[in-house]
């Protein structure tokens, strides 16, 4: 069953058209895969359906609840409330620890969810060290537990794997198929890297 | 996380701008604490000073001199007044109470006061030891004197040290004061009596003769602020009185001043004059300490204005993670708050600390420290919390501006 939907979609940057989409859609627990050479709109066409910008024209609906209809704030605890994100360069607040990171995804945490989270990524007895001086492997998978901490309906991911060895990508892949066949989550991956086609039911690929 | 808790990890994570932003704020605040008990210590000390006088009665001259002189005992007198005529006015209906005073000569520097019992218990003198006077060239000391019952010294001439002393009359300490906080701790008190004798007078017609000729040391090349008298009646320096209300108040100078040769000074007035011209000096001092603290003001601007730039992408990932830009202005606005807060307390601490160890070298000061709390302070207090608001209100507008979507300028 679909949650998230894209209908009819355009979106010009530069006065150049770069999404042009009459449907798209994310079903509940589905994995897509949004496949592009740099620059063709894949990174834009993820913020769309986060909710991170809106659309110029056409329609982005989660659960039925159409983004325009949404004001800023309606779509900020929208985005709070059910979806995660991994950022490329991670993005964690690094003067804070992992845990207070894993924190800022949840106004109420679940404590006990989030230490199964972080021991299942190899994290236990990190939580206090600050983020700043994390290893970038142990970086990526507490960017990862930061997404996943307050169980989203949907994981978005912008180029995970970008500049891993191939080892690295199969284990971030894995990594993020597994917590969110778990928790049931959608997952919904934008990236240039095409050695993560495998692991995803339905790609999207766009053109530069 | 606690909104409070990522505004407090930010401000750690700049803890050197942060320090600053406190110790500039700090300096700030203790410089105007300062000033406002300097300020509240003075005029305290003038109120206790002036205790409750509402005319001082002298010689022709000036009226700020005369009541610097009669009250503060901080001035020279303006001349002598007859003792009779004196007298008229202090039996003078409009008149509560009233306090002789005969001023003229000095050991070390505190100046030995003729007067009466009553003048001593108008500051709510004590005794410390000993007892009050019961006759002439007796005395009681005040606190700050270093004087103990026993004692015998000679008075000097004049009101400050070096005039020549009145070798052949002593007096004696019988009686020492509690500290009053007032300037009855800087005198050494005795009857009118033992002061006039000792310049050849009486308030006893009878004694005057005897006067003039036991006291033949008279020095003119000394100052003498009580002179001899001549042809008969004897002279003080001046009256304080303590009117009957506020009209004679205002009645009783007027009368004083159109129909004797005296004059009649209004403390509260000349005071009031006097502060005009320091109060230039206190109003420097207190610009001094809002130009510092908007300096600081500026500073705690300057530091959360600064780290914005490098928090962008921070800020960007809060929004992203569902923070609304209520929730980051709010962050960034405890920041400021929270810096003024710290500066504040800091230079609380300072400023009170630093003014009781001041007043723990000037006695003078203590009396403003011990009275504690002042309104102003909450009122300083208030306004250092808005200039910390007001520092961070702009760069708190900023981050609030930050858009989930900067996140794609920040890949």
């Known amino acids: ?208 | 996380m606690k909104d409070i808790s990522l505004s407090l990890r930010s401000l750690a994570a700049r803890k050197l701008a942060s320090l600053l932003a406190v110790l500039l704020t700090a300096f700030g605040v203790m410089m105007a604490l300062v000033v406002m008990q300097f300020t509240a210590a003075v005029q305290e000390r003038l109120a206790r000073d002036g205790s409750g006088i509402d005319i001082v009665v002298g010689a022709k001259g000036s009226p700020l001199q005369l009541v610097l002189s009669a009250l503060y005992h901080a001035d020279v007198p303006t001349g002598n007044i007859p003792y009779a005529e004196a007298q008229k006015w202090m039996q003078h209906p409009q008149v509560r109470a009233a306090y002789p005073l005969a001023l003229g000569d000095n050991w070390r520097g505190f100046r030995i006061v003729g007067t009466t019992v009553d003048y001593m218990q108008n500051y709510g003198a004590e005794l410390a030891a000993g007892r009050f006077w019961q006759k002439p060239f007796e005395a009681v000391a005040g606190a700050d004197s270093g004087l103990s019952p026993g004692v015998r010294f000679t008075g000097a001439h004049g009101l400050a040290e070096g005039g020549h002393h009145h070798e052949e009359h002593a007096y004696t300490i019988v009686g020492t004061l509690k500290p009053t906080g007032s300037v009855v701790d800087r005198l050494i008190l005795t009857s009118l009596d033992s002061v006039l004798e000792l310049h050849g007078q009486s308030l006893h017609a009878h004694d005057d003769d005897d006067g003039d000729e036991e006291h033949e040391h008279h020095d003119d090349e000394h100052e003498h602020e009580l002179e001899h008298a001549h042809g008969g009646g004897a002279d003080i320096t001046a009256i304080l009185i303590k009117t009957s209300g506020p009209i004679a108040n205002i009645n009783l100078p007027r009368s004083i001043n159109q129909s004797s040769a005296l004059i009649a000074a209004n403390p509260a007035l000349e005071m009031a004059r006097l502060s005009a011209v320091f109060g230039v000096g206190t109003r420097a001092l207190g610009l001094i300490s809002a130009f510092l603290i908007g300096l600081a003001a500026l500073g705690i601007f300057a530091g959360i204005a600064g780290s914005l730039e490098n928090r962008q992408a921070d800020l960007a990932v809060l929004r992203a993670l569902g923070y609304t830009p209520l929730r980051l202005f709010r962050i960034v606005l405890y920041e400021g708050i929270f810096l003024a807060a710290c500066g504040l307390a800091l230079g609380l601490a300072l400023g009170i600390g630093g003014y009781d160890l001041a007043a723990g070298h000037l006695p003078a000061l203590a009396h403003g420290a011990a009275a504690g709390f002042q309104v102003s302070w909450a009122w300083l207090s208030a306004a250092v919390l808005f200039a910390g608001l007001l520092a961070s209100t702009l760069p708190a507008l900023r981050a609030a501006r930050t858009a989930p979507a900067d996140m794609l300028r920040l890949r």
């Open chain 1, 1 to 208: 069953m679909g949650i998230l939907h894209i209908r009819k979609l355009k979106h010009s940057a530069g006065g150049r058209e770069i999404l042009n989409i009459d449907a798209l859609g994310v079903d509940s627990g589905g994995r897509l895969l949004l496949l592009g050479p740099s620059g063709c709109g894949k990174t834009t066409l993820l913020s769309l359906m986060a909710g991170l910008m809106r659309a110029q024209n056409g329609d982005v609906t989660f659960d039925s609840t159409n983004y325009a209809a949404l004001s800023s704030t309606a779509l900020d605890k929208l985005r709070r409330r059910s979806f995660g994100f991994v950022f490329q360069k991670l993005h964690l607040l690094g003067h804070l620890s992992l845990l207070e990171n894993v924190h800022l995804a949840s106004d109420r945490p679940d404590d006990a969810f989030i230490h199964a989270l972080l021991a299942r990524l190899g994290l236990d007895g990190k939580e206090k060290q600050a983020a700043q001086a994390l290893s970038h492997g142990e970086a990526q998978r507490a960017a990862i537990a930061r997404a996943l901490a307050a169980k989203p309906r949907i994981l978005f991911a912008d180029e995970p794997t970008s500049a891993l060895d191939d080892a690295n990508t199969a284990a971030v892949a894995r990594l993020l198929l597994d917590e969110t066949a778990r928790s049931g989550a959608a997952l919904v991956v934008a990236t240039h890297d095409a050695r993560l086609k495998p692991y995803f039911d339905t790609a999207w690929e766009m053109a530069a």
